[in-house]
Every structure is written in C-alpha cells, then in structure tokens.
C-alpha cells in the first residue's frame, strides 16, 4: 500500500477543518436557538453551577418570582425563594440533582414580596465529560389549580355528607341499573352491607314482580329523554330477608352521566297510619310530594350559608331570604334559642350533643312548624359548619293523633260488645280479638293471639272453615250464618256461629278477614253448661 503524499495530506486536513468549522458553526447556532427558546419559555427556567448558584434565568422565571436576573445571578436559588420555612425540602431536591438524579416535586415558595406559590417543579443535571457541572429547574404555578382542587374536595364532603346523612335511604346507580353506591339508610332498608351492593347488585332484585316492567320502562325513557320519565312514583321493595315494603322514590339524573340518584322513603308505617282516613291516592301523592328533606348549612352564630328548596317551602321565606338570616334570631321561639345556642356550643366543641330532635320552626306567616333536625357537621369554603337535615314531620304528627283517637274509640266499642269479635290475616291467624271472644273461646288474649284456627279445631271443622272462608275471599261478598266447632283449652267443644266479611287495604289487596261469632251451643243442645263456664272454671 502506497504512503499518501504531502499533497493529499495537506488537502485531507483542510477538508477536515471545513468541516469542523461547519459543525461549530451549526452548535452555535443551536446553542443561540436552545438560549431563545428557554428565555422565551411559558416555563419559569432556571440554572444552576455546581454550588447552587444561580447562572441564568429566563423572563417567565423572573415573572413568577418577580426577581430580575441581574438581583439574583450568583445567588442560592433556595436561600432565595424557599427561604427558612421550606429550605430543608428544597436543598433535599437541589442536592439529589447535583448528584446526578432528575428530580419532580410539588411545593410551595416565596415571591420577592414575600407572597408563597404553589410550584410543581422538574430538576435535571448537566454532566459535562462525565462530571455533574450544574443543574436546570423549571417551575410552573399550580396555585390557581389546587385551589379550585381544593374548592372541589369542599365541594364533594359537603355533598357525600347531605348524601349520608339526609335521613332517607339513598343511592346511584348505571345505565345498565348496577347500583354503584349506596348510603347507611339504604342499608337499613335492604338489610345488605355496602359491600354486598356496590357494583354487585341491580335496583331489579329489590323489586316486587309486579312493579318490575313498570319501572323498567320508566328506566328506559329516562335514558332516553330525562323530562319525559316521571320524576317520583311508588314501588314495592324486597329487602335480602324477603320483606316487603312500601316505598315511595324521587329520581333524577346526574346531569352530563348516565347515573340515576335515587331517594327512597319508606312509607309502610305511614301508609298503615292513612288506611283509617281512606285517602284517595292523589291527596296521598301531595302528601309524599311534600316530604322531601330540607337542607341548611349555617356558620357558628347560625347564619345560613346554605339552604335548598324544601327548607324554604318549611319555613315559608324564599331561598334568597334565608340566605344570611340568624336562624335562631327569625325562626326559633324566644323560649327555645337558649337551648339550642348552647347545643350548638357543644355540637362545635365536639362536646356530647343530640344529633336528631324535634323543633318548632316560626314560618314567615306566623305560625309553627314541627320539624324533625338531624345535625352534624361539615366542611363549608374552608371552615367546619353545622349541617342541619329538616323534615316537616306537622302532617305525620296530626294523623297520628287522629289514628290513635280513633283506634281508642274502637277498641272501646268492641270491648263493650258481648259477641265475640276478632280479626285474622290470610292464613287464618288472629290478629285482633275482644275479651267476648276469649270468655267463648277459654283462652286469655295473648294465648290466642297469633293463634290458627287449626289449633282449636278438629280436622273436619278446619276444613269447612277454610271453604267458608275462601268464598269470601273468592267472591269478595261477605257473609253471615256460617256455624264450626271449637275445641276450648279444656277440652270441652262449643258451637259458633258467625258472620265474616273481608278487610283490605289502602289499594284495595285482600289482607285478611273478620268476624263476629257467638256461642250457640245451648241454642243446638237446649241446655247444658254455659258459654263461659268453662273458662271461668279454668282460670278461678
């Protein structure tokens, strides 16, 4: 192989320095360019030698911590900006950096004028030959968005706690009618915990089979067109022990989702308390349509800073009227505003105190509402404050009187008959029963209560008794003259006689019968021993 020649060489040379020279020339240039881009950044950039000093920072920087680069350059960055408060957390990252480790953090650091900022930061190394020579920050101010992150989680408490502790059986459920969340009502009323429920059952398993396409449809139409499915309706509910129960639900939309909220009342005490008044069904829908709960939230001297619609309609103010009001001041009678001032005292001191009491509320109009208050507290722009759920329970109280008047005005009625009269439910058990019928029977009331006819009847008797019966359950006619035989505690047989008509309830369902029986035994034998000898005898 030949040795190039002097001329070659010479010429190799000068195309290599033309070259390098080219590659100076475009470092340079991207140098000029990477400088351009970092001083012209959204992002506050800074950097750093290799004993934190500062040695540049671009225009964003200076804006964020309002400092100009010449104040700053040679300066620790975070003697500067972390200053005592947060100078251990800084130098922690700082120092993981100059050791070669990128680094990313949130925090908080000072502006010149002392103002703090919450900063999310990113911190890299710049190794020269090998060797950790300094280092670059970039910061970004997240101030704007933890707080709306914050205001959001005030948000959200204040919601799941009216969401747990409004007093009714609540829950969210899919599109595909999967209930995602339940609260501690609804557990009460299903008799399943919240991890038996959420995400593993359907609202479809806690219906009765008759309510089931009904609701399924409504279902449908509101996935469809919200405005066209109705808004609140009844329904019979099973719970996990296969009770049934009589509920009434309101149900909405969670606006921009497919997920239904569902508030559930239970109204099978209610609607046994209205079978005496025989309500048509519209009057009841007015009644339940009226018995949402009403929301407030107040601060510690208990003004309101919160109140929804039904708390209005309560107390008679608009929404607008109420907000701000002292509600001890303007809807508490003056005899009770000491009591509940010092409760509240308590409630805030964390101090022992009733979270759910009646109380008379003063409407705009001048008269009292009876009202049932749960309390408890929440988290209301930053400060705890006592949340009040409020239901008019006026109504309710007033048909109990009138139902307890009325029961003691029966019961006094058929204690004075002397024909045996009593009550059974479908499958022939007592339900209710006069003394008259005990006197005939020989047994005392608690031992016959719940009793079957069965039970004090031969097997022949038993079986008339159940066809005369079933035709008066089947034509729905009552009817009298019936005659059977029972057999008394003591053994002795007696002959009834008796007429039997059938009891429904509020929806007109076959719930049971009742009768007035009596003795004829000594009308069918002409003599002997008297109806009630024999429990006489028994019990002397």
């Not at 969210?172 to 009618?177: A, F, G, L, P, R």
């Not at 593993?200 to 066209?228: C, Q």
Request: charged share 35%; with cysteine; proline share 2%.
């Amino acid at each position: 192989m030949e040795k190039p020649t002097y001329e070659e060489l010479e010429q190799k040379v000068n195309e290599l320095e033309k070259e390098a020279s080219k590659r100076e020339q475009a470092e340079e240039k991207l140098e000029q360019h990477l400088a351009s881009l970092l001083h012209y950044s959204s992002l506050a950039i800074v950097t750093l030698d290799d004993k934190y000093r500062i040695i540049s920072c671009n225009r964003y920087f200076e804006n964020l911590f309002q400092f100009e680069e010449p104040e700053i350059l040679g300066k620790n960055l975070d003697q500067l900006i972390a200053r005592k408060e947060y100078i251990k957390d800084a130098m922690s990252y700082t120092k993981k950096t100059l050791r070669g480790e990128a680094i990313h953090g949130f925090g908080r650091r000072y502006r010149k004028d002392g103002t703090l900022i919450d900063v999310e930061f990113i911190g890299e190394p710049v190794v020269i030959e090998g060797k950790v020579a300094g280092a670059y920050g970039i910061y970004l101010d997240v101030t704007t968005r933890k707080q709306a992150g914050e205001a959001l989680r005030e948000s959200r408490d204040a919601y799941q706690t009216i969401f747990e502790t409004t007093g009714t059986a609540m829950l969210i459920s899919e599109e595909d009618t999967t209930i995602s969340m339940i609260n501690k009502e609804f557990e009460k009323l299903c008799g399943c915990s919240k991890e038996e429920v959420e995400g593993k059952k359907s609202w479809i398993e806690f219906l009765v089979k008759a309510d089931l396409e009904r609701m399924k449809g409504y279902h449908n139409v509101r996935m469809t067109d919200p405005n066209a499915a109705p808004p609140y309706y009844e329904f019979q509910f099973i719970d996990n022990q296969g009770n049934v129960r009589d509920c009434f639900i309101t149900l909405a939309l969670i606006p921009g989702t497919k997920k239904t909220v569902g508030s559930l009342i239970d109204v099978t005490e209610r609607k046994k308390a209205e079978k005496g008044l025989r309500e048509s069904e519209e009057n009841f829908r007015e009644l339940t349509k009226a018995s949402p709960l009403g929301v407030v939230i107040a601060d510690r001297k208990a003004n309101h800073l919160y109140v929804n619609k039904r708390f209005a309609e309560i107390t008679g103010y608009s929404i607008d009227e109420l907000i701000g009001m002292n509600g001890f001041e303007v809807l508490t009678r003056p005899k009770d505003r000491r009591k509940y001032r010092e409760r509240m005292k308590k409630r805030m001191k964390g101090e022992p105190h009733k979270e759910r009491y009646e109380r008379v509320l003063l409407r705009k109009d001048g008269t009292e509402a009876l009202t049932e208050f749960f309390i408890t507290k929440t988290k209301w722009k930053g400060e705890m404050c006592p949340l009040a759920i409020v239901q008019d329970i006026t109504s309710r109280k007033h048909a109990e009187e009138a139902l307890k008047e009325s029961e003691e005005k029966y019961r006094t009625i058929l204690e004075s008959i002397e024909d045996g009269y009593f009550e059974v439910d479908i499958s022939g058990n007592f339900t209710l029963l006069n003394d008259s019928l005990c006197k005939i029977y020989g047994y005392a009331k608690d031992e016959l209560m719940g009793m079957s006819n069965r039970e004090y009847m031969d097997e022949e008797n038993a079986r008339r008794v159940y066809q005369d019966f079933n035709r008066v359950y089947t034509t729905g006619k009552p009817a009298k003259g019936f005659e059977w035989e029972i057999i008394r505690k003591n053994g002795t047989k007696r002959s009834v006689e008796g007429s039997v008509s059938l009891i429904t309830d509020a929806e007109g369902q076959r719930i049971g019968f009742r009768s007035i029986a009596r003795d004829v035994t000594e009308k069918k034998n002409g003599g002997g021993v008297k109806p009630d000898q024999g429990f006489f005898t028994e019990h002397t």
